[in-house]
């Protein structure tokens, strides 16, 4: 089946630095991935749709510079937390669409992101 | 805006008994209806989906789901849990022809099942 790998799985870092998530689709290619947040005994927020080779869309109140996302293959795409805050920390849940056959998105395992 | 709406925040089942998840979605356009689970300590896992024809969708572990379209409705069934169910469940759905959609999720229902 199709895999979705982040790295890392989990990250502990302290205010005010910048955390990069990555987001690898192992043994397919993806236009599209997606970006999520989950905060604890709570559902998946979208945060941003991100497209290969071009922009990212981000959804109404989240901050496009301070998550930065870059598409740049078929196969990665990587969300970076900038000038960290604790009420960053979160679960950030990436997940790929796979086109053709099931024609499904495939979610990664999550990134714990603690910000002291 | 579109919307999912999961009416049971915890669920507490025994061994056996049957399950049944509802769910409701707001949108008025073509969906793609989901269910995840996601079990303690893992990742997002697809349970089964509905793209088009017959509205009875059957998934995986057991798991199925109708779609009445009258309703807005995709609710989850299972003749009879065990206790590895245990988990989150979670309702999504794609507006749109494709799941290249972004995909709006329910606020879950966590699942427990007594031994």
């Known amino acids: ?116 | 805006a579109q919307s999912v709406s999961q009416h049971n925040h915890h669920v507490i089942l025994s061994e056996a008994a049957s399950l049944e998840l509802g769910c409701n979605y707001s949108y008025g356009g073509t969906v793609n209806l989901f269910w995840y689970v996601q079990y303690p300590g893992q990742h997002l896992q697809l349970l089964l989906k509905y793209f088009s024809g017959d509205p009875l969708v059957k998934g995986i572990k057991g798991f199925e789901a109708e779609f009445i379209k009258s309703k807005f409705s995709f609710n989850l069934r299972k003749p009879s849990v065990q206790w590895s169910d245990t988990a989150e469940y979670f309702c999504a759905v794609t507006p749109g022809y494709s799941s290249a959609s972004k995909i709006i999720f329910g606020s879950g229902t966590r699942l427990s099942i007594r031994p």
């Not at chain 1, 599209?32 to 922009?55: C, D, H, I, V």
Request: hydrophobic residues 35%; aromatic residues 10%; glycine residues 6%.
């Open chain 1, 1 to 116: 089946g199709a895999v979705v790998s982040q790295h890392p799985s989990w990250v502990i870092c302290k205010s005010g630095t910048s955390v990069k998530i990555e987001c690898r689709s192992l043994d397919f290619q993806a236009t599209t991935m997606f970006w999520y947040r989950q905060f604890p005994k709570q559902s998946l927020m979208l945060m941003a749709t991100s497209n290969e080779g071009s922009k990212a869309t981000y959804e109404q109140g989240v901050e496009k510079d301070k998550f930065l996302i870059n598409h740049a293959s078929l196969t990665l795409s990587t969300l970076t937390v900038t000038s960290a805050h604790p009420e960053d920390s979160s679960f950030y849940i990436c997940s790929a669409h796979r086109q053709g056959g099931t024609d499904t998105q495939y979610f990664g395992p999550g990134t714990r992101l603690t910000v002291l």
